[in-house]
């Protein structure tokens, strides 16, 4: 019995990033049980559904982004009967699982790159996309990869390159042969029949390239916001016009939204870094029969403040029409949001909470972010990520947010696990542990459980329309309507405090949690900094 095959709309996604979770086995790496542990916790926090980042079986050169089986549980992490448990003490709960999927590349320890590679002729030779050299010898075009350098590595039993958007040891499939999309949407299905509700789609842009392998044009403003990459990296220097978001990934993504709709009430969330990441999420969630949903890293770069986020959304929103989007402002690729916008305060980091969960979408929450915690500080020996390693010092990596989880502050390793972590935990993370803001009424954890568990019963923040209004430089005043019923959201996004002349006054919702709330006269509202205040118009 279906009961609401549209829970995805204004859903709360929790990112669990499983091996700085919790270590339920003492190897200092978590894994699938140490998630199940945890599920009350989860639980608590009043979200929806839990996307866990990858889990299959991998060489973890790019730590589970590079598959060499999309069948089956790395041995760190458990076994398939644990998966089954997890997803059924979730569903207990009221859980959605979503898990990650690497579509567009695999590991090159997958048994069929190993077959790919052996020769020309094999029954897998073009299940990777191959080329022939330039006469000189040297690439075949100028495409580069998203970790540095070409993105072309040469293999000397078929003598040709093969393409890889990231790793060398993340060869891309050739999405051009009907008989990879095929096992694609396979394996997939595969997921689908063990009971999970959903798929997070790493890169769902990069599957297909052009055939005609041109080279892609120069970049005519170097930027880092909508490709997830930064300046130093030269990945930006271009315009990806060639080598990803080619219009046959269209036709695709109708068949993968074909075979979840065979399965009710499960979703999709893609991940789109593209140069106008703003039209692709547009192209990409159109018409109802491609993505449900899909976020992009606008909001994940150091640009923040009233202005810039007014602009994204007012972006997106002129361009999506029917689309949905789902909003992060953090994840396992970027730095903690906390350090990322110069969060100082709770209140800071609060308003910055109820900015990103009253904005019309869905919602990626990363683990940690509900407790504030900042980029860690590794030293360079500490470093696993091969991205840092390569960038470093002017890039430091992604380890920085990816430190394991603290949970208790008098604990060895803040309760993550008995032994040694795979990354340290971060000195001043202690202070932020579950079980010291579980206990602190004013903690940045304790509004993220009021404020979501308050969100829960507010049709027009689930799935109204938004509209903004004008308002005076570092505060963001918006709508959100529902039916009959308007919501007034308004934040002051600066460390002073504002006046709000509105057209006509509104009634304060006296539900809403208690850091939540200004002083009214009449059409004015006054807000404290950092504060923020949510009226019925």
């Known amino acids: 019995?279906?009961?609401?095959?549209?829970?995805?709309?204004?859903?709360?996604?929790?990112?669990?990033?499983?091996?700085?979770?919790?270590?339920?086995?003492?190897?200092?790496?978590?894994?699938?049980?140490?998630?199940?542990?945890?599920?009350?916790?989860?639980?608590?926090?009043?979200?929806?559904?839990?996307?866990?980042?990858?889990?299959?079986?991998?060489p973890m050169k790019d730590f589970g982004y590079d598959v060499s089986d999309y069948r089956n549980v790395d041995p760190i992490f458990g076994t398939l009967s644990d998966l089954d448990k997890l997803i059924a003490e979730a569903h207990k709960r009221g859980l959605k699982i979503m898990i990650d999927q690497v579509l567009s590349h695999s590991s090159d320890q997958h048994p069929w790159f190993a077959e790919s590679r052996q020769s020309r002729t094999n029954a897998r030779a073009d299940w990777y996309v191959w080329a022939d050299p330039k006469p000189d010898g040297s690439p075949p075009n100028n495409w580069l990869s998203v970790f540095g350098g070409s993105a072309w590595a040469w293999d000397s039993r078929r003598k040709q390159y093969y393409l890889h958007n990231f790793l060398t040891s993340q060869p891309d499939l050739n999405f051009h042969n009907p008989e990879v999309q095929e096992q694609v949407l396979s394996d997939v299905k595969f997921w689908l029949d063990r009971g999970v509700d959903g798929f997070r789609l790493d890169a769902i842009n990069f599957c297909f390239h052009d055939q005609q392998l041109r080279d892609n044009p120069p970049s005519m403003a170097i930027k880092e916001g909508s490709i997830g990459v930064r300046k130093e990296n030269p990945y930006a220097y271009q315009h990806h016009k060639f080598d990803k978001t080619r219009p046959e990934n269209l036709q695709f993504l109708k068949k993968l939204r074909a075979l979840l709709n065979q399965y009710p009430e499960t979703t999709t969330v893609g991940e789109i870094g593209d140069d106008d990441s703003l039209q692709t999420m547009a192209d990409y969630t159109s018409g109802g029969d491609k993505l449900h949903m899909a976020y992009s890293f606008d909001l994940l770069t150091e640009q923040h403040g009233a202005d810039f986020f007014r602009k994204t959304v007012d972006g997106i929103e002129k361009k999506l029409t029917d689309g949905w989007p789902c909003w992060a402002i953090g994840n396992h690729d970027v730095a903690r949001v906390a350090t990322r916008w110069k969060a100082e305060s709770k209140e800071q980091l609060k308003a910055y909470m109820v900015m990103l969960l009253t904005l019309r979408g869905s919602v990626c929450i990363y683990q940690g972010e509900e407790l504030g915690l900042t980029e860690a500080e590794l030293q360079y020996e500490d470093l696993v990520d091969p991205y840092g390693i390569t960038f470093w010092p002017e890039f430091k990596g992604r380890d920085g947010c990816r430190t394991p989880m603290v949970w208790h502050h008098k604990e060895s390793h803040g309760g993550f696990s008995d032994a040694r972590p795979w990354l340290p935990v971060y000195d001043e993370h202690y202070s932020a542990a579950v079980a010291l803001q579980h206990a602190e009424e004013n903690s940045v954890l304790t509004a993220y459980r009021a404020f979501l568990g308050w969100r829960r019963t507010q049709p027009e923040l689930l799935k109204g329309d938004i509209e903004f209004l004008d308002s005076p430089r570092d505060t963001l005043v918006f709508t959100r309507s529902h039916g009959e019923q308007t919501l007034l959201v308004a934040l002051n996004l600066s460390n002073r405090p504002a006046t709000i002349s509105l057209p006509s006054a509104a009634a304060p919702v006296e539900s809403t949690p208690e850091f939540i709330g200004g002083q009214w006269q009449g059409n004015e509202l006054k807000l404290e900094p950092w504060g923020s205040d949510i009226a019925r118009l």
């Open 1 to 58: 019995m279906i009961r609401n095959p549209d829970w995805w709309r204004g859903a709360v996604i929790y990112q669990v990033y499983p091996r700085s979770f919790y270590d339920s086995n003492g190897d200092g790496i978590g894994d699938l049980p140490g998630v199940t542990a945890k599920l009350d916790y989860i639980a608590s926090l009043n979200v929806d559904a839990i996307w866990l980042s990858p889990f299959f079986t991998s």
